[in-house]
């Protein structure tokens, strides 16, 4: 029987979004709230994440304290938190929507190494 390769399975978003939570679960910016991360297309659906990590939830679930939105197509997250695309750019190119604190989107951002100055 031929086993998976665990390339394949980290492809997926939402093992990228899972990740990415375990980093910013260690941000003192992330300590401030709580963050809905809504992502689109194949592999989206949505995502808390915060202090303790990233957790996948329904609509029903998601969290209405959040202090910050992001909606944006899954492949696009997937290949920001790869390093692939640059996360300013695509915010400005309107590939990423922002609703709620932005200027702590921004210190994210720049703490986790997505954007290499405030803007």
Known sequence: MRQKS????MSRPA????????????ANAAKKGTIL???KGAGGGD??????GA??????????DH?????ADASRIKSILEGKRNAR????????RVRGDVQHAIDLAYELGFIKEKF
């Open 6 to 9: 665990s390339r394949s399975s």
């Open 15 to 26: 093992a990228h979004i899972e990740a990415f939570g375990r980093r910013l679960s260690a």
């Open 37 to 39: 991360l809504r992502l």
């Open 47 to 52: 995502y808390r994440l915060g202090p303790e």
């Open 55 to 64: 957790a996948r939830v329904t609509a029903e679930s998601a969290p209405s």
């Open 67 to 71: 202090i910050l939105e992001v909606i």
């Open 89 to 96: 750019a695509e915010y400005f190119a309107g590939g990423i």
